[in-house]
């Protein structure tokens, strides 16, 4: 069903049209009244189970259906995942469009067997009332019997609510909704039948088809229903399923020409490899020199830790077999090979296997197929000097017969743990074909080796024994543990499980095949409809599935290396090529950066040296540091750290306008860096990786010299490799990012490899100009750099060596030009690749754009800080650059550059990058605090002995937030400096002073709310009144951006007090919650959490922390009907939010707190307390930003996100062992209760 939604959506999102479901009766034709170009159903009982999907309507590339896609990919909704398609329609409806716009027309869904969907329709109750005959008076006679709305029978009509005109029944061919299968003539069942493995067709189809009385001739029709059949007319005439069988048939004939297959069967051998190999387009008789090695894992990766024996057992095969080439495949890396190379049919089959060992199997033939070699197992151990070699000499097949000896002999299986064969080979593409039809077919057989394995290999080789004879095909014995030459008292020619690499098929990183097999769950469950592909498929790589990965190698001693030169003794193997179909992960700097360690477990980024914030000039002398002056005098600094997925606009000086402004926080860009270099300045990009790259999303430089560890790989290009034939080498970068990144990255950067960057103040400024023009860089075309204009020729061009970025838009519209050998001077050898490119972009309609800031401050410099700090007009050494800024000026010292300077250039030693890097992130030199490189906690070392429990003072009190190290008891507690702040509506205040009594209470504020008066509040108290917006939370938020920085100070040593005007009262989550006393609440605020919840847990089931990934899933969605009882004062602003969940909303204010860990601790009830040092740990930003948030109206789901944000924004967030142990404790995730979701639960 889940597939069927997204696929609903994603058709009509591509063609539009009209969508019906295969059980729609239709008694009178439905017209989309102007201009909706929006239609759908109201599901029963609407909101809270969403839109009723059986008919569906819209225009191509409507932004609803854009969004409902969306939600459905990123998430299943909480206690609404049977309902995944109408709950995501619905809240893609309600973010996209106004509910009163008449371009959205809705129906309404009306259960006939439910009395409370019919009461509220006058008309039909009133029908119902008299005579349900009447009911069915346009349905035709062979229906009549389906349609009487007895209780169990399900019947559904839809209908405009407005008039009340029945359009539709649903839910009447063979469907089991309601209990029970509902029988229906032979016709009309098989038209139901066919419908479910139809797929679109698009106009060209639909004219083919002229279905009689068909309206909808100038739509997209995605699926048929006898109703459907004769759409105009009132109702079904006794012909209508004759029409629907002819419908379907003239439908599967246009499918055929344009060869949609809908019949199972594989596709033509001929038609298997879509690009092929250089063996294959040799057709090599002997056997090739490769070594395949796979392995395949739930996280698609290679094993982070090889155990010792292992290693030694892949040495055996690099140390006996000299020559051969081992190539290593996980699952990622198959994937993308079976993409690239095989008809699409190859990875839906591998995709539907589910037994990893079941892939294995196919992907390890599928690998000989195309390009020969060998297989081995992953822990198979090479025991012969040169086997490979003399096995090739005589065979071009070589298989291992026998598998546990007698018992597979009957069977005429074979072992396929280590196999050979050259290049297409007869064999290999039968076991190939009748796997395939294994798969499509869900073939379990009578043993498990039926499936994909050794005995479908050999069915395959009895099919060809009586062709090939025993010349070809090489058969030695598989006894249990070895694999013998030519009988069993030979000598053994491998093992086939290493010593110490253990046994069996259980294993936490994949599946146990076996159990699979017997549990019927080898197969995915939509296994019939693989073959069901669009054979006109392009060769382009999908990345919205297939990532990249590094080539690596397995190094006996030094475990996953990088396939690099083979002359560097550490590594095996030839370095990886471009041509093999090799491509360098661009995104590993980045996560490094993220996780705070590299793939060794090392600290990353390195801790940079002390000595680097002494003075250094650009030859690395200790004197003159004029870059550190300038930087100081300048104010050059980091918008934010790099590991920050926000960025935070001033519109006063992004947008060239002086003045004050509201900060505004967004999502980053995503980035992509590119540098190009030669092998002999890595050392240049080993320092930019460990310095400024991580806060790019992607990074790549493309050198001489491939080395997937830093990452560079080596392109080729038209040309020699000279400086004088920069433009073809940049060329070659731009079509290989356009082929393999295009759509993963919003910006792509290029420079050489002397530049420096600042990513953050980049993503920042690449930001605004997005944000300034309410532009979209996938769609909206940007040339951004350090412009410089060259009179003569008129042209503007950005400076190559300043660095410049394109969007996404304005790439694709470049690369579409790239060959232009007229306007885009493809065939031009010269150095000026700044001056072609934007000469070509020119010619396209794309400008550069001005970067300097409000007050004419560069952002991108062609040169180093210290040379724009001092710059000498009229030296003659210099004189084009001030030719190419004569039109803006060169501003020098403190003006040379913008604070929120990008690039700089001519870094030429490694030694001066990490320099830069050091005063602008690491050094004191002036430089904020704030600005310092915010790296994510490395994991921090500890134990816990239990979390609900006496006896550990640190975890003990974890798993309901009671206890903490640190807290306050006796007389401390009443000693304790308190600040309290109540939000006050309705209630009186008479409670609070006798709640204060004893206690340090040094300010009292009350926050007025609902235009009432405040009685009983103490004397001292100071009463504001607030506009009646965002309830306890904004008066909260308020409190802490606008009060509490005029009389506290993070160092006070003090503790907040939240209250609410309520709290007097019984709360109403009794059972599950008790209210904590004031005492309670000061201590646990004074605790190392620094937070405290006023509402303890009462059930020791629940825990007060939860899964952070759950959570922010979470939406309010039976409050979406409007204001019910959550409103005080009739505010009419609508209940649902723009933010699609709380995940939304907490990025949208952009906090400025630790790195967060996987779980965090939710506080419900809406009154608190918390120090002010954690308080105050947040940037004072974010609390304005979360009260601008809650400024919609009184009756908003704004609230209902803050209420579980407070202890995720105060709480000192769990250390790692901590986590581990409440993830440990836990049995389960709650994800079903409607208003608590995500908390760890005990059963």
């Given at each position: 069903?889940?597939?069927?939604?997204?696929?609903?959506?994603?058709?009509?999102?591509?063609?539009?049209?009209?969508?019906?479901?295969?059980?729609?009766?239709?008694?009178?034709?439905?017209?989309?009244?102007?201009?909706?170009?929006?239609?759908?159903?109201?599901?029963?009982?609407?909101?809270?189970?969403?839109?009723?999907?059986?008919?569906?309507?819209?225009?191509?590339?409507?932004?609803?259906?854009?969004?409902?896609?969306?939600?459905?990919?990123?998430?299943?909704?909480?206690?609404?995942?049977?309902?995944?398609?109408?709950?995501?329609?619905?809240?893609?409806?309600?973010?996209?469009?106004?509910?009163?716009?008449?371009?959205?027309?809705?129906?309404?869904?009306?259960?006939?067997?439910?009395?409370?969907?019919?009461?509220?329709?006058?008309?039909?109750?009133?029908?119902?009332?008299?005579?349900?005959?009447?009911?069915?008076?346009?349905?035709?006679?062979?229906?009549?019997?389906?349609?009487?709305?007895?209780?169990?029978?399900?019947?559904?009509?839809?209908?405009?609510?407005?008039?009340?005109?029945?359009?539709?029944?649903?839910?009447?061919?063979?469907?089991?909704?309601?209990?029970?299968?509902m029988e229906c003539t032979e016709s009309i069942d098989h038209i139901s039948t066919k419908t479910k493995v139809a797929s679109h067709t698009q106009q060209d189809v639909v004219d083919s088809l002229n279905g009689a009385g068909n309206t909808m001739k100038d739509h997209t029709v995605s699926q048929f229903s006898a109703g459907q059949a004769n759409l105009s007319s009132?109702?079904?005439?006794?012909?209508?399923?004759?029409?629907?069988?002819?419908?379907?048939?003239?439908?599967?004939?246009?499918?055929?020409?344009?060869?949609?297959?809908?019949?199972?069967?594989?596709?033509?051998?001929?038609?298997?490899?879509?690009?092929?190999?250089?063996?294959?387009?040799?057709?090599?008789?002997?056997?090739?020199?490769?070594?395949?090695?796979?392995?395949?894992?739930?996280?698609?990766?290679?094993?982070?830790?090889?155990?010792?024996?292992?290693?030694?057992?892949?040495?055996?095969?690099?140390?006996?077999?000299?020559?051969?080439?081992?190539?290593?495949?996980?699952?990622?890396?198959?994937?993308?090979?079976?993409?690239?190379?095989?008809?699409?049919?190859?990875?839906?089959?591998?995709?539907?296997?589910?037994?990893?060992?079941?892939?294995?199997?196919?992907?390890?033939?599928?690998?000989?197929?195309?390009?020969?070699?060998?297989?081995?197992?992953?822990?198979?151990?090479?025991?012969?000097?040169?086997?490979?070699?003399?096995?090739?000499?005589?065979?071009?097949?070589?298989?291992?017969?026998?598998?546990?000896?007698?018992?597979?002999?009957?069977?005429?299986?074979?072992?396929?743990?280590?196999?050979?064969?050259?290049?297409?080979?007869?064999?290999?593409?039968?076991?190939?074909?009748?796997?395939?039809?294994?798969?499509?077919?869900?073939?379990?057989?009578?043993?498990?080796?039926?499936?994909?394995?050794?005995?479908?290999?050999?069915?395959?080789?009895?099919?060809?024994?009586?062709?090939?004879?025993?010349?070809?095909?090489?058969?030695?014995?598989?006894?249990?543990?070895?694999?013998?030459?030519?009988?069993?008292?030979?000598?053994?020619?491998?093992?086939?499980?290493?010593?110490?690499?253990?046994?069996?098929?259980?294993?936490?990183?994949?599946?146990?095949?076996?159990?699979?097999?017997?549990?019927?769950?080898?197969?995915?469950?939509?296994?019939?409809?693989?073959?069901?592909?669009?054979?006109?498929?392009?060769?382009?790589?999908?990345?919205?599935?297939?990532?990249?990965?590094?080539?690596?190698?397995?190094?006996?001693?030094?475990?996953?290396?990088?396939?690099?030169?083979?002359?560097?003794?550490?590594?095996?193997?030839?370095?990886?090529?471009?041509?093999?179909?090799?491509?360098?992960?661009?995104?590993?700097?980045?996560?490094?950066?993220?996780?705070?360690?590299?793939?060794?477990?090392?600290?990353?980024?390195?801790?940079?040296?002390?000595?680097?914030?002494?003075?250094?000039?650009?030859?690395?002398?200790?004197?003159?540091?004029?870059?550190?002056?300038?930087?100081?005098?300048?104010?050059?600094?980091?918008?934010?750290?790099?590991?920050?997925?926000?960025?935070?606009?001033?519109?006063?000086?992004?947008?060239?306008?002086?003045?004050?402004?509201?900060?505004?926080?967004?999502?980053?860009?995503?980035?992509?860096?590119?540098?190009?270099?030669?092998?002999?300045?890595?050392?240049?990009?080993?320092?930019?990786?460990?310095?400024?790259?991580?806060?790019?999303?992607?990074?790549?430089?493309?050198?001489?010299?491939?080395?997937?560890?830093?990452?560079?790989?080596?392109?080729?290009?038209?040309?020699?490799?000279?400086?004088?034939?920069?433009?073809?080498?940049?060329?070659?970068?731009?079509?290989?990012?356009?082929?393999?990144?295009?759509?993963?990255?919003?910006?792509?950067?290029?420079?050489?490899?002397?530049?420096?960057?600042?990513?953050?103040?980049?993503?920042?400024?690449?930001?605004?100009?997005?944000?300034?023009?309410?532009?979209?860089?996938?769609?909206?075309?940007?040339?951004?750099?350090?412009?410089?204009?060259?009179?003569?020729?008129?042209?503007?061009?950005?400076?190559?060596?300043?660095?410049?970025?394109?969007?996404?838009?304005?790439?694709?519209?470049?690369?579409?030009?790239?060959?232009?050998?007229?306007?885009?001077?493809?065939?031009?050898?010269?150095?000026?690749?700044?001056?072609?490119?934007?000469?070509?972009?020119?010619?396209l309609g794309i400008s550069v754009t001005d970067t300097r800031d409000a007050m004419g401050r560069e952002r991108f410099h062609p040169f180093s800080p210290a040379t724009h700090y001092q710059w000498k007009h009229g030296d003659p050494d210099f004189s084009w650059y001030e030719i190419y800024n004569k039109e803006w000026g060169i501003k020098t010292g403190k003006d040379?550059?913008?604070?929120?300077?990008?690039?700089?250039?001519?870094?030429?030693?490694?030694?001066?990058?990490?320099?830069?890097?050091?005063?602008?992130?690491?050094?004191?030199?002036?430089?904020?605090?704030?600005?310092?490189?915010?790296?994510?906690?490395?994991?921090?070392?500890?134990?816990?002995?239990?979390?609900?429990?006496?006896?550990?003072?640190?975890?003990?009190?974890?798993?309901?937030?009671?206890?903490?190290?640190?807290m306050l008891h006796g007389k401390a507690v009443h000693k304790k400096k308190l600040h309290l702040v109540v939000a006050h509506c309705s209630k009186g205040l008479n409670w609070l002073s006798e709640y204060i009594k004893d206690f340090n209470a040094i300010s009292i504020h009350v926050l007025s709310k609902c235009q009432l008066n405040v009685e009983g509040a103490p004397?001292?108290?100071?009463?504001?009144?607030?506009?009646?917006?965002?309830?306890?939370?904004?008066?909260?938020?308020?409190?802490?951006?606008?009060?509490?920085?005029?009389?506290?100070?993070?160092?006070?040593?003090?503790?907040?007090?939240?209250?609410?005007?309520?709290?007097?009262?019984?709360?109403?989550?009794?059972?599950?919650?008790?209210?904590?006393?004031?005492?309670?609440?000061?201590?646990?605020?004074?605790?190392?959490?620094?937070?405290?919840?006023?509402?303890?847990?009462?059930?020791?089931?629940?825990?007060?922390?939860?899964?952070?990934?759950?959570?922010?899933?979470?939406?309010?969605?039976?409050?979406?009907?409007?204001?019910?009882?959550?409103?005080?004062?009739?505010?009419?602003?609508?209940?649902?939010?723009?933010?699609?969940?709380?995940?939304?909303?907490?990025?949208?204010?952009?906090?400025?707190?630790?790195?967060?860990?996987?779980?965090?601790?939710?506080?419900?009830?809406?009154?608190?307390?918390?120090?002010?040092?954690?308080?105050?740990?947040?940037?004072?930003?974010?609390?304005?930003?979360?009260?601008?948030?809650?400024?919609?109206?009184?009756?908003?789901?704004?609230?209902?996100?803050?209420?579980?944000?407070?202890?995720?924004?105060?709480?000192?967030?769990?250390?790692?062992?901590?986590?581990?142990?409440?993830?440990?404790?836990?049995?389960?995730?709650?994800?079903?209760?409607?208003?608590?979701?995500?908390?760890?639960?005990?059963?």
């Amino acid at each position: 069903m889940y597939k069927a939604d997204i696929c609903r959506s994603a058709y009509l999102y591509l063609y539009g049209g009209y969508y019906f479901d295969v059980d729609v009766l239709v008694l009178r034709p439905y017209v989309a009244p102007e201009p909706a170009n929006f239609i759908t159903i109201k599901g029963d009982g609407w909101p809270d189970n969403g839109f009723f999907q059986a008919f569906l309507a819209a225009s191509k590339r409507h932004a609803v259906l854009r969004k409902s896609i969306d939600i459905m990919v990123e998430m299943l909704w909480g206690n609404n995942r049977y309902y995944l398609g109408p709950m995501s329609l619905m809240r893609a409806w309600l973010n996209v469009t106004d509910a009163n716009d008449d371009d959205t027309h809705l129906l309404a869904e009306v259960n006939m067997d439910v009395h409370q969907s019919i009461q509220q329709y006058p008309k039909l109750n009133n029908l119902l009332s008299t005579s349900r005959d009447e009911m069915v008076q346009n349905v035709p006679k062979e229906f009549v019997n389906r349609c009487q709305f007895s209780s169990g029978a399900c019947n559904v009509v839809v209908l405009d609510e407005k008039d009340e005109t029945i359009y539709f029944y649903s839910r009447l061919i063979g469907t089991t909704w309601c209990g029970r299968q509902m029988e229906c003539t032979e016709s009309i069942d098989h038209i139901s039948t066919k419908t479910k493995v139809a797929s679109h067709t698009q106009q060209d189809v639909v004219d083919s088809l002229n279905g009689a009385g068909n309206t909808m001739k100038d739509h997209t029709v995605s699926q048929f229903s006898a109703g459907q059949a004769n759409l105009s007319s009132n109702q079904l005439d006794s012909q209508s399923s004759s029409i629907a069988e002819d419908m379907f048939d003239k439908f599967e004939d246009a499918l055929q020409d344009q060869h949609i297959s809908i019949t199972p069967q594989p596709p033509p051998q001929d038609t298997w490899l879509i690009s092929s190999s250089e063996s294959t387009q040799q057709q090599i008789d002997r056997i090739p020199k490769i070594i395949n090695r796979i392995y395949f894992a739930k996280d698609g990766n290679y094993p982070e830790v090889v155990s010792d024996a292992i290693k030694q057992a892949h040495k055996t095969w690099f140390d006996n077999n000299p020559g051969y080439q081992v190539r290593y495949f996980n699952l990622i890396k198959a994937r993308r090979y079976l993409h690239k190379h095989f008809h699409p049919v190859f990875l839906r089959a591998f995709d539907c296997i589910e037994a990893f060992a079941g892939k294995s199997d196919l992907f390890r033939m599928a690998l000989l197929y195309r390009e020969g070699g060998f297989h081995a197992d992953w822990k198979t151990v090479c025991l012969e000097k040169n086997l490979l070699e003399r096995i090739s000499n005589d065979i071009d097949f070589f298989v291992t017969k026998g598998f546990f000896a007698a018992l597979d002999y009957g069977r005429s299986c074979a072992a396929n743990a280590f196999v050979g064969a050259r290049s297409q080979h007869p064999i290999v593409a039968s076991y190939l074909e009748y796997t395939l039809k294994n798969v499509q077919s869900s073939l379990y057989g009578a043993y498990v080796l039926m499936t994909t394995g050794p005995c479908v290999l050999g069915r395959a080789i009895l099919a060809h024994e009586e062709a090939f004879g025993n010349d070809t095909v090489s058969w030695p014995i598989h006894l249990p543990g070895y694999i013998h030459w030519k009988g069993e008292n030979s000598q053994a020619i491998v093992a086939t499980k290493c010593p110490g690499c253990g046994e069996g098929q259980d294993w936490s990183e994949g599946n146990n095949y076996i159990s699979l097999w017997k549990d019927q769950q080898y197969y995915c469950e939509d296994a019939a409809s693989i073959f069901l592909v669009d054979t006109r498929q392009s060769n382009e790589e999908d990345y919205s599935s297939i990532y990249t990965t590094p080539a690596l190698q397995l190094h006996p001693y030094l475990g996953w290396q990088p396939a690099v030169s083979s002359q560097d003794p550490s590594f095996f193997g030839n370095p990886p090529k471009v041509e093999d179909g090799w491509i360098p992960d661009v995104t590993m700097v980045r996560r490094m950066l993220m996780h705070g360690k590299d793939r060794d477990g090392n600290s990353f980024p390195p801790v940079l040296d002390a000595e680097l914030c002494q003075n250094m000039n650009d030859v690395g002398d200790e004197e003159d540091d004029v870059n550190k002056m300038c930087l100081s005098q300048t104010s050059i600094k980091p918008s934010g750290p790099m590991n920050s997925t926000t960025v935070t606009i001033d519109p006063s000086n992004h947008f060239g306008v002086m003045g004050t402004s509201e900060l505004i926080t967004i999502r980053a860009p995503t980035l992509m860096c590119l540098v190009y270099t030669m092998s002999e300045a890595h050392s240049r990009i080993s320092a930019m990786r460990e310095t400024w790259a991580g806060g790019c999303d992607g990074f790549l430089a493309f050198s001489t010299e491939s080395d997937p560890r830093l990452p560079t790989i080596s392109l080729p290009h038209a040309g020699p490799e000279e400086y004088t034939n920069m433009w073809q080498k940049v060329r070659s970068i731009w079509k290989f990012v356009g082929t393999h990144f295009l759509d993963e990255f919003d910006w792509f950067l290029i420079g050489g490899d002397d530049l420096f960057v600042l990513p953050h103040n980049l993503k920042t400024y690449l930001a605004s100009l997005a944000y300034k023009d309410r532009a979209d860089p996938k769609s909206h075309e940007y040339f951004v750099g350090r412009r410089f204009n060259i009179g003569k020729k008129s042209l503007y061009f950005n400076s190559g060596g300043a660095g410049y970025a394109l969007s996404q838009a304005a790439l694709r519209k470049f690369l579409a030009h790239i060959d232009d050998a007229e306007h885009c001077s493809a065939d031009k050898h010269t150095a000026e690749e700044d001056v072609e490119i934007a000469s070509c972009l020119s010619y396209l309609g794309i400008s550069v754009t001005d970067t300097r800031d409000a007050m004419g401050r560069e952002r991108f410099h062609p040169f180093s800080p210290a040379t724009h700090y001092q710059w000498k007009h009229g030296d003659p050494d210099f004189s084009w650059y001030e030719i190419y800024n004569k039109e803006w000026g060169i501003k020098t010292g403190k003006d040379c550059c913008a604070p929120d300077s990008i690039s700089f250039h001519y870094i030429q030693n490694a030694t001066m990058v990490r320099h830069l890097q050091a005063l602008l992130y690491f050094c004191d030199n002036n430089r904020s605090q704030a600005m310092k490189l915010q790296l994510p906690l490395s994991s921090s070392t500890g134990h816990c002995k239990c979390v609900d429990c006496d006896e550990d003072e640190v975890c003990g009190g974890l798993w309901r937030a009671n206890r903490y190290p640190g807290m306050l008891h006796g007389k401390a507690v009443h000693k304790k400096k308190l600040h309290l702040v109540v939000a006050h509506c309705s209630k009186g205040l008479n409670w609070l002073s006798e709640y204060i009594k004893d206690f340090n209470a040094i300010s009292i504020h009350v926050l007025s709310k609902c235009q009432l008066n405040v009685e009983g509040a103490p004397a001292n108290a100071i009463v504001k009144v607030l506009p009646n917006v965002g309830r306890n939370d904004h008066s909260f938020a308020h409190y802490i951006s606008s009060i509490l920085p005029e009389i506290a100070k993070q160092d006070d040593d003090s503790v907040v007090v939240f209250l609410k005007d309520s709290i007097s009262e019984a709360i109403h989550q009794g059972g599950r919650f008790y209210q904590l006393d004031l005492e309670s609440l000061v201590s646990l605020a004074s605790s190392e959490n620094g937070f405290a919840c006023g509402l303890g847990i009462t059930n020791h089931k629940m825990s007060a922390y939860h899964d952070k990934t759950v959570l922010s899933n979470y939406w309010m969605w039976r409050y979406i009907k409007g204001s019910r009882d959550y409103n005080h004062t009739g505010d009419s602003a609508p209940f649902h939010s723009t933010f699609s969940n709380l995940g939304d909303f907490y990025n949208s204010i952009q906090t400025s707190s630790d790195r967060e860990p996987e779980v965090i601790q939710v506080c419900y009830g809406g009154f608190f307390a918390s120090s002010t040092v954690r308080i105050f740990k947040q940037d004072m930003e974010v609390w304005k930003s979360l009260e601008k948030r809650l400024e919609r109206g009184d009756n908003i789901q704004e609230g209902h996100y803050a209420e579980r944000s407070w202890a995720r924004l105060l709480a000192t967030p769990l250390k790692p062992f901590q986590v581990e142990a409440l993830q440990k404790y836990s049995d389960y995730i709650e994800k079903e209760d409607d208003s608590v979701q995500g908390p760890l639960m005990k059963k």
